[in-house]
């Protein structure tokens, strides 16, 4: 019988070959997981690229689209603001000179009042001549000043809505020649 030396050798270069065929085995799965991972790298990086570029295209693209109509917008908003400042300042010259008009009329309203209650008193004085002359005087103090009253709240009322008549004619007027 042999010593089995041969069964050894022959089992230790079957050992080796598997060891060196695991190692290569293993190095080319290396080898190709590294080549694999190197161009998914490659890949998700254009990929980045590429998403980056269309989304700087579409930002240049809406911005070029949009700055016109920006522009419109500034130019409307612009002009509806002049349009206001210039309504809201005739406006106030008109309220201001319609103010002076209605200062300006309430005063002679006022003396025609004063001289029509003036009248009345003397007219009732001659009337009443039988009364004496102290009734008489507090009659005509008494009668005088609701008359004066009365011929202000007349005198103010008047102007007033004639006034509130023709700026609403004057409006008028101006938004139907504005359009």
Partial sequence: MSNGNGVTATLSDVADSVKEKAAEIGGAVASKAGATVAKAKKAAGKARKTVKADIAKAKKAVAKKTAPAKKAV?????????????????????????????AGKKKPAAKKAAKKVAKKPAAKKAAAKKATTKKVARKAVAKKAPAKKAARKVAKKAPARKAVKKVAKKAAKKTGSGK
């Fill in 74 to 102: 500034k130019k409307a908003v612009a002009k509806a603001k002049k349009k206001l400042a210039a309504a809201s300042a005739s406006a106030k010259k008109e309220a201001i000179a319609l103010q002076k008009k209605v």
